[in-house]
């Protein structure tokens, strides 16, 4: 089993940063790969970024040059910067391993204009 546990959102103003924590527990062996997705009410979850087990990234169009994700052995990061209104949401840890996902329990981060 896999736990993840987000930390580290909050509220922020446009142009401003904040930095995402994941920490994942458990057998957290063969990981294929982890990454951010975030979800605002009504709408699906969407990628925002992932990184593979051979540390290859890849980013939603909508954050690239922005943010920046990050993975230490347990722990997950996502550096975000210059934080726009649209980046209002719930953002989700995940992590893949053995075919199958792992969700956090998400953390808010709202931007005010």
């Known amino acids: 089993q896999v736990q993840l546990v987000e930390s580290g959102g909050g509220l922020v103003q446009a142009g401003g940063s904040l930095r995402l924590y994941c920490t994942a527990s458990?057998?957290?062996?063969?990981?294929?790969?982890m990454g951010w997705y975030r979800q605002v009410p009504g709408k699906q979850r969407e990628l925002v970024a992932v990184i593979s087990s051979y540390a290859s990234t890849n980013y939603a169009d909508s954050v690239k040059g922005r943010f920046t994700i990050s993975r230490d052995n347990a722990m997950l990061y996502l550096q975000m910067n210059s934080l726009k209104p649209e980046d209002t949401a719930v953002y989700y840890c995940?992590?893949?391993?053995?075919?199958?996902?792992?969700w956090g329990q998400g953390t808010q981060v709202t931007v005010s204009s």
């Open positions: 995940y992590l893949r391993r053995s075919g199958r996902d792992y």
């Open positions: 458990g057998s957290i062996f063969s990981i294929t790969a």
